[in-house]
């Protein structure tokens, strides 16, 4: 089962991995080869999986 | 984002290829780096490109529509899921506008388009030939109803909305809506002339109970269907223990999974370190229950277990279950046994679906 959520791009701003509620956020960064940021880039989380173990789905 | 999960990211931007993360993002692993190559669309000839426009029922241009594709047609053969000959998604621009990179010849597209105010649509197979394809929304239909227990509305239970037809070309994905303060619910932009079937999702009815599936028929583009109250009655427990039939321990991290077989809704959780978990809020109906062990595949040994789907248990929760050992031994999953089957036997293993699920019987004592 493949769900595309849309997240937010950060592109290129200062802060760290924030926590809210203990639930992590995910920040990051979409760049060219070259190190340059890439404005309006749409990033979507295309799937998930556990972080320990082999994923039910 | 939940702490146990990592994840595989899509990233989509103009003029670059659209990019799928090799290695999962951790987002406890601080900042994310994604770097995307540049698109070489302009250079390519049009029988590497599916180029088309999404437009509305009058014609109007659709920006910011996202044409996902699912299959392509090559001859009289179609492949469905990943295609890595093919863009990703892609997202149409201002005028609707919107070109696909293939590197591949003589192939047809199947793409799924998602936008704002349209209803989920389906299309394809879009050639790549150098026309531009057409592809047109409508707006699909409304959908309300609302959520009681004892005859009390129910906020904040969450609706789930699924077509009956989950055939590859067909299925364009699952619906879900929140019940307001009154316990009622609106689905917008519902694709239109389909049967479905709408229920509430296990997890957010558990404090309550469960609302099972009922079917839903809709019509036209620009209509309003209602699926009536959906009644949350009690849900059922169910509970047991993953065992290694070679008598080893499980490895940490271990998950169970059930799922529901006319609802697009399921749980899941790590099993405890001596194999045992409980689902709790299952409505009456047919379900799956499965786990995953590298190395190992679901044991014929289970009394619901069918080689038509080797994956799981199939059976029909009608009460409490407290205490369902499903085996678990070592070798690879026959995924071909069904083939061997005779029409009997396979009328048999689909009228075991039907009957309460069932693990393995318990050993005998001597």
């Known amino acids: 089962m493949t769900s595309l959520l849309v997240l937010t791009a950060v592109v290129a701003s200062g802060h760290d991995v924030a926590i809210v509620d203990n ?17 309006s880039a749409t990033i979507f989380v295309s799937t998930a999986g556990p972080r320990e173990g082999i994923g039910v789905l | 984002m939940d702490p146990q999960l990592v994840f595989k990211l899509l990233v989509v931007a103009e003029g670059h290829v659209p990019t799928i993360t090799k290695k999962p993002v951790d987002p406890q692993a601080g900042r994310a780096t994604i770097s995307l190559k540049p698109h070489d669309l302009d250079s390519r000839t049009d029988e590497r490109i599916v180029k088309g426009r999404v437009v509305d029922e009058e014609g109007n241009a659709v920006p910011r529509a996202m044409i996902a594709p699912f299959g392509m047609k090559t001859g009289n053969s179609t492949r469905y899921g990943s295609l890595p000959d093919v863009d990703a998604l892609v997202v149409s621009n201002e005028k609707g506008e919107f070109r696909i990179g293939v590197d591949k010849t003589g192939v047809g597209l199947l793409v799924k388009v998602d936008a704002r105010y349209f209803a989920r649509q389906n299309f394809g197979p879009l050639a790549t030939d150098g026309a531009t394809h057409t592809l047109t929304l409508n707006s699909g239909v409304n959908v309300v109803g609302s959520v009681r ?218």
Not at chain 2, 219 to 247: E, F, H, Q
Request: proline share 6%; charged share 20%; net charge positive.
């Open chain 2, 149 to 366: 227990k004892n005859g009390k509305p129910l906020s904040g239970v969450v609706v789930g909305l699924a077509q009956q037809d989950r055939g590859v070309g067909t299925y364009v994905g699952d619906f879900k809506i929140s019940t307001d303060e009154l316990g009622e619910f609106l689905f917008l932009n519902v694709p239109a002339n389909d049967r479905y079937t709408i229920y509430g999702l296990m997890q957010s009815c558990q404090p309550h109970g469960a609302i099972a599936v009922q079917p839903l028929t809709v019509g036209a583009s620009g209509t309003t269907s209602s699926a009536g109250t959906l009644k949350v009655v009690p849900g059922y427990c169910l509970a047991g223990r993953v065992i290694l039939t070679d008598g080893k321990d499980l490895p940490a991290g271990t998950h169970a999974l059930v799922s529901r077989q006319n609802a697009w809704d399921f749980q899941t959780q790590q099993v405890n370190s001596d194999g045992t978990f409980q689902f709790d809020g299952l409505p009456e109906e047919q379900i799956t229950l499965s786990a995953r062990v590298r190395g190992y595949h679901i044991s014929g040994r289970n009394r619901s277990f069918t080689p038509l789907n080797p994956f799981g248990l199939i059976g029909v929760v009608r009460q409490d279950i407290d205490e369902l050992r499903l085996l678990l031994t070592p070798g690879p999953m026959k995924l071909d046994a069904y083939r061997r089957l005779s029409r009997t036997q396979r009328d048999e293993y689909q009228q075991r679906g039907n009957e309460p699920i069932e693990g393995a019987p318990a050993e005998s004592k001597k």
């Open chain 1, 23 to 39: 639930r992590p956020q995910l920040v990051g960064t979409v760049q060219t080869k070259n190190g340059r940021g890439i404005a």
